[in-house]
């Protein structure tokens, strides 16, 4: 775990409004041209729910503690918990989720409380787990006054093309880039049962007020998202 009262912060960007109660930041990776993204959620009760936290400086973390207080950390999958470990030592009465397939990598680096299962009832927010992939991946769905976001992790990207070697081995050889997609470790190394993941995404496209797609890699989408994830499903 990381030492009480380090915060080893990267190059990152402001804190933007994404939606109804909905915010996010915009960080690096130490060696890696793939961008990485924090939502904050605002949950009924008025606290915050944080996935895949990103390490900021004074100033956006004093606007980020201005929204309401620190309940839920969340660490979407086992690859992105770099973080979890400073978060929980300057926020120590929050809360660390994850999947449940992914406790016992994300306990490596900080003391886990529960699962997407254990958030609790929300009118605002509700945690699950992706069909299909033995519980290492979730989703957060929020329901605010302009419609149905959805917050996914490393299942979909929407990334522009890279250079370099990273862009055409990452990018293009591999296909996460260019378009939105399934991303290729996603769909290869952690979709088990590829018609259970299927049927989840025509079931998320079938939300009634679905509005929007946040991802963690790259930008969210705001156009025919039920469209796109019905595609995904074929």
């Not at 992790?153 to 929407?158: P, Q």
Request: glycine content about 10%; aromatic content about 8%.
């Amino acid at each position: 775990m990381t030492t009480p009262g380090a915060w080893k912060v990267l190059p990152h960007g402001p804190l933007v409004a994404v939606a109804d109660g909905i915010w996010s930041v915009d960080g690096t990776l130490h060696g890696m041209d793939l961008p990485r993204r924090m939502v904050i959620v605002r949950r009924g009760d008025g606290s915050l729910l944080l996935h895949s936290v990103v390490a900021v400086d004074d100033v956006v973390r004093a606007q980020i503690e201005a929204l309401g207080p620190i309940a839920v950390i969340l660490v979407p999958n086992a690859w992105h918990r770099l973080d979890a470990g400073q978060y929980k030592d300057h926020y120590p009465a929050a809360r660390v989720l994850c999947p449940r397939g992914a406790t016992q990598k994300v306990s490596a680096v900080v003391d886990v409380d529960g699962s997407y299962d254990d958030l609790g009832s929300d009118p605002r927010v509700r945690l699950c787990h992706w069909q299909g992939v033995k519980e290492n991946e979730g989703i957060v769905q929020v329901d605010g006054k302009d419609g149905t976001t959805l917050i996914v992790n490393d299942a979909i990207f929407n990334l522009p093309h890279f250079k370099g070697l990273f862009g055409l081995i990452y990018g293009r050889w591999m296909g996460n880039a260019g378009k939105p997609v399934v991303s290729f470790v996603f769909r290869v190394y952690v979709v088990k049962d590829k018609g259970a993941f299927r049927a989840h995404l025509r079931e998320l496209a079938a939300l009634p007020a679905l509005r929007r797609l946040v991802m963690s890699h790259g930008t969210p989408i705001v156009d025919d998202v039920a469209a796109l994830l019905t595609r995904f499903a074929s």
